[in-house]
C-alpha cells in the first residue's frame, strides 16, 4: 500500500488545499504546522484519513520524527515565511525556511521518502530580465523570501543528483483566491473579491501594472500533477509554469464582464508600483507542458467566476 | 585611523596569502581558524600586525566575537570546506558554508563591517551552460561546495540590498601554486610541480581537457584589488574574472618551454575526464575589467614561470 | 545615566508586572516577546519608556541585537516554555529553554551587561527529599520545566564565576494570582477565584495536598529586590525564598474568613494529588532573607485579600 | 541476534579502551569520531567487527544517521571536550557537550536504542561541600567540564522517566593510565609514569594534595558493568563509585615500593594546589556496589604495579 502525504505549512492556504485534494483522491495526509488549530482546515478536520502533527520546521528532531513515525511517502513542503513576514524578519526566515528545507531533505534521505515538491517563486527572478521567463534565466532575486526559494531550488537539485530524493519543484507566481487579501500582489485577488462583495475596490495599482497570477486550483493542481510526472519525461527538478499576465486594467474589464456594476478605482501608490514594475510580467511555462503536460485549468475569466463563486457561497476557508 | 581586515580561513593556503599582501600593504590582520597553527603562516606568524583568533564558523558566538572585539572594517571570508571536502560530508558543509556564511553575514550587519569580500566559484555553474559564463548565465551547480557558494552569493547581495553591508564577491577558476597537490583540478598545479622537481607527471586527463585556472597571485589580487574598487562603480555584486583557458596539451607543451626535459605523460582517467568536460571551459571577465579593472597580471607562461620559481626556491609555504 | 532594562518573556504573565513594577520605579523597559500584542501589558503599553521587541529566545541573531541595540544593563530573563507546555514538547523546551538562556548569557557577556536576573523553581527538586528544601538539597528534578532550570542555574553560575556576569537567580514556588487559571498549581488561585466570583470550585485536590505558593506581587518584588541587593553581602547566585506553605484544608478556611459565602468542594484527581504529594512541600528561605533581606509581604490571609481585591476590581490583565 | 554498540569519542583515550574491551567481549562496535585515525585504536583496527564513522556531535544529522544505519542497541556516549578545552572554548564545549548530548538521546529515543551509558565527572561537585561526596550532595560545579556532565546527567535522567531511555551514568575521578601525561590531576599518572622511565618527576602539587583517581580498567569496568546491571535492582541513574584515596605523599611512597630508585620531588605551584584542594577527596560507592555490585579491581599498588608494567612493555597506546 502506499505511504502517507506529509504537508508542511499544512495548516495554512494552500497546504490545506492540497490536503483536501489528497484527500479526495484518497490518500492519506498528515499535516505538520506550528498549531494544531486553523480556519483553513475546517472542511477537511474531522476526515479520518488527515492526522495533524504540531511541529516546527526549525526544529530538527520534530521534523525527523514526523517522517520516521508516519510512514510518508512524499512530502509536500510547503511550510515557510511568505515575501511580507520574511522581510519582517530575515532572520526568522533564515531559520525557517533556510534550515527548515535543509530539515526536511535531511529526512527525506534519511528515512527514504520517494519524493519532495516544493513550491519555488517567481520572486527568485530580479531586476534586468526579460519580460518573459524561463528556465534558463539567471536568477538574483531582491528579496528575502526569492533569496530562500533559490535556496531551496539549490539544495533539492543537489539532493536528487547526490542522494536521489525526488526533488520536484514549481515557480508560481501570485496565487488568486478569496482568501488572499494581503501582500504586494494582493491587488490581483481584491480586484475580483470586493467588487463581488458589493464594495468599491480602490486599488493601490496603476492600469499597466502586470503581475502575473493563477488561481489556487491551479497551484494545487501544479504541485499534485508533478507528484505524478513520469520520471523518465522530467529533464530538470524546477519548472515554470504557464500564469495568467495581463494588465491590472484588462484584469478589471474582465471582472465587469462578470460583475457589471463593479466599482475598481485606480489611486496608485508609486512605491508599489516600482516594485511590482521591477518583477517579471510573464513566465514561459513550455517545459512543464512538454515534460509533464501541465497546463492552466483556470484562465483569466474562469479564475474570475470561480472567485466570485466562491464569495458568493460563502465556502471558502477564511 | 582603518579599522583591521578579519580573514576567515586565515591559516589556509589563500587565506594566509591574502594576509601576508594586506600586511605587506601596511594593514592589521586578524586571522579566525579552527587552529592556531599552519604551515601556510610560516612567513608571517611573527608579524606584530597579525593577530590569531581560535575559532569555528559553525559558532555563532565566536564569529561574533571575533568581528566584535577586533574593530573589525573589513571580512575576507575564506572559511569553506571546499569541494572534495564538501563532497564527502555535505552536512558539515550545510553547516561550515551555509551557515558559517550567515554568521558572518550576521556579524557584519551587526557591528557596521564595511566591506565583505568573498570568494565563489565557477563551480556555481552546472551542465548544459555556454563554453565561455558571463554573470547572465544561469546556476544550476552539480556540487555541494557549488551550492554552498550560490548560497552565500544571494544572501550576501540580500545583506547589501537591505542592510548596506558591501558585499563582493568574485567567482573563481581552479587556483595554480605549488601547494595545489589534491583536488580534480590539481593536474593545472601538478604539470608543473613535477617536472619542476625533475620527477615525470603521469596525469589523470587527457590532452583535450581545459579546465581554467589562475596563479594564486593573482586570486589574492582579485580580492584586494575588489576590496578598493570603487563602489560608483560596481553594478552588480558578484563578478566573473578573466582567467586562463587551455587544453592540458597547451599547458604540456607551454611547461616545456620553461623545463625542455619535462616528461608528462596522459593516462586519463575517464570518470574524471567527464567531470572536468562538464565543467565551463572559460570565464568572461569583461565586466569585472570594466567596472574595477581587474586583468591578469599572470598570464600562462607567467604563471609557469612563477611556480617553478617557488618550487626552486623552496619558499612556498607547503 | 543608568542603562534599560530587557525583560525576556516580557509580555507574558510575570513579565509585565515585572515591567510595570520598573516603570513605576523609574526606569525604561524593553520587552522582548515573539508577539508584539499581549492582554497582560494593557496597563503600560502607552507608556514612552517601553520599548517592544519582537524576537525570539531561539534565535541567536535576535537576542544578541535586542542586547546590542538597547543599551541593556540588566536583563529580566523571564521567557520560557512553563511546565505544561515543555512536557507537550520537551525538544521545543530544549531549543527555547535551554539554547535560549545560553543565547541570553552569551549576550550578557558579549555586550557586558550589569546583571541577569533569573526565575528558578522549586520544580528542580525532586521525590525523595526533605519536606523543607534548602540550597543544599541536591536537585533531580522529574518534570523537563524543572530540567531546564537546573541547566539554567548552572550555566549562569558558571558565567558569574568565570566572566563575571552578575547572574542572580531566585527559585520561585506556585505563583498565585487571578491569571492563573491553569496547572497543576492553580488550585491555590482557583480556591480564591472561584469564590470571589460567586461560583462554587470544585477543585481537583484532597484537603492534605500542600504545595508551596506566593502571591504575584511577591515574587516580582523578589526578582526586582535581588536585583539590587549588594553584591558583598550574597554568598550565592541561586536562593530559595520564604514561601506560603498550608494545607488545601487550611487555605479554603482562610478563603472563607473573607468569603463566608464561599463554596469548596473536594473531589480529588488521583493522579494529580499523587504528583503534588511529591513535591517539595516547603522552602526555607533564611539565607535569602540574612544576604539580601527577602521576606514576603503577602501571607496567606494578604494574598487572599489581594486576590479578591483583583478579581472584584477587574483590573487584572486577564 | 544482539545489536551493535555505538562509541562516540571512541577513538578518544577511554572510548578505544571500551572498544577493545566490547570486541573482546564478543561484541559488534562502532567508533563515533571527527576523524578515522587514532593512536589510541592501533590494537583494534583491523578487527572487522570494528565499524568508523566520521562525524561530529555538533552535527544532528550525523549522530541520527550513525545510530539509524547501524543497528545500534548501546550507546556508549563518551565524545566530549575534556576540563582543558572546556575551558578554553566554553562556546565549543556548549556546542559539543550540551548539544552533543540531547543529540545522542534524541538519536536514542527515536530509535529505540536500548541503552545509553554515559561518563560523569566528580568535577560536577564544587566548592563546600563534604569530603566524601555520595548522590545525596548538591551539585554546583565550578568549571565547565563540570557543568556540562550535570547537564547530561539530567537530561539522561529525564529521558529515562519520560520515554524510557535507559539512561545510566557513573561519575569518574581521575583516570590513571600511561597516557594520561596532562591536565590538573594528571599528577596521578605522571608519579608513575616518569620513575618507570627512569626519569625524576618534578610533580606541581605538595605532599598534602588528594585528588582521587582510578586505574583506566576500572573506568572500563565500570561502564560495561553498568551496562548489563540488572535494571530491577538500580534505585537512580547516576551512580558515584569507589575511588582511590590517597595524598600524594602517600602515593609516591607505594610507587617507591616498587620503584625503590623513583625520585619525586615536590615542587608546589600554588593556583594548581588551592584548585586540587577544593575538589571532593573521596567519592562513596556504596550504592554502586549495592545496586549493581561494582567494585574497584586495582587498587592502588594494583594500578602503580599496572602502570609500570604498560610503560615497561611500551604496549599502551599513545
Redesign the interface.
Known amino acids: 500500500m502506499m505511504g502517507k502525504n506529509l504537508i508542511t505549512g499544512g495548516l495554512g492556504f494552500l497546504g490545506s488545499r492540497v490536503a483536501k485534494r489528497l484527500l479526495d483522491d484518497g490518500e492519506e495526509v498528515v499535516l505538520f504546522g506550528r498549531t494544531t488549530k486553523s480556519r483553513f482546515i475546517k472542511d477537511i478536520e474531522e476526515d479520518k484519513r488527515l492526522k495533524i502533527v504540531?511541529g516546527?520546521l526549525?526544529?530538527?528532531?520534530?521534523v525527523?520524527?514526523a517522517v520516521?513515525d508516519n510512514d510518508i511517502e512524499c512530502i509536500y513542503h510547503l511550510g515557510a515565511l511568505l515575501a511580507n513576514e520574511a522581510e519582517v524578519?530575515?532572520?526568522?526566515a533564515?531559520?525557517v525556511n533556510?534550515?527548515g528545507t535543509?530539515h526536511v531533505l535531511?529526512a527525506a534521505r534519511?528515512f527514504k521518502v520517494s519524493c519532495v515538491i516544493f513550491p519555488s517563486t517567481i520572486a527568485t527572478y530580479g531586476q534586468g530580465i526579460p519580460d518573459v521567463v524561463n528556465?534558463?534565466?539567471?536568477?538574483?532575486?531582491?528579496?528575502?523570501y526569492g533569496?530562500t526559494k533559490?535556496?531551496g531550488e539549490?539544495?533539492g537539485?543537489?539532493y536528487y543528483?547526490?542522494y536521489g530524493v525526488n526533488f520536484r519543484s514549481v515557480r508560481f507566481p501570485a496565487i488568486v483566491g478569496p482568501e488572499r487579501t494581503t501582500g504586494l500582489s494582493s491587488y490581483t485577488s481584491l480586484m475580483i473579491i470586493e467588487p463581488a462583495m458589493g464594495r468599491t475596490y480602490r486599488t493601490y495599482v496603476d492600469e499597466k501594472v502586470r503581475c502575473p497570477f493563477i488561481y489556487k486550483n491551479d497551484a494545487v493542481n501544479a504541485l499534485v500533477s508533478l507528484r505524478y510526472a513520469d520520471e523518465a519525461c522530467l529533464k530538470r527538478r524546477v519548472y515554470n509554469i504557464e500564469v495568467i499576465s495581463c494588465t491590472a486594467a484588462e484584469e478589471a474589464a474582465a471582472v465587469k464582464k462578470y460583475l457589471p456594476e463593479a466599482k475598481i478605482e485606480f489611486h496608485p501608490d508609486k512605491k508599489s508600483v516600482e516594485i511590482l514594475n521591477a518583477w517579471a510580467k510573464d513566465m514561459d511555462g513550455t517545459r512543464a507542458f512538454q515534460e509533464w503536460g501541465f497546463r492552466l485549468q483556470y484562465g483569466l475569466e474562469e479564475t474570475i467566476k470561480a472567485v466570485i463563486d466562491e464569495v458568493r457561497q460563502g465556502t471558502f476557508t477564511s
Open positions: 504540531q516546527d526549525r526544529n530538527f528532531a520534530q525527523i520524527e520516521k524578519s530575515p532572520q526568522t533564515y531559520e533556510v534550515n535543509y535531511e534519511l528556465e534558463d534565466v539567471v536568477q538574483y532575486p531582491n528579496n528575502m533569496v533559490v535556496i539549490r539544495l537539485e543537489y543528483h547526490r
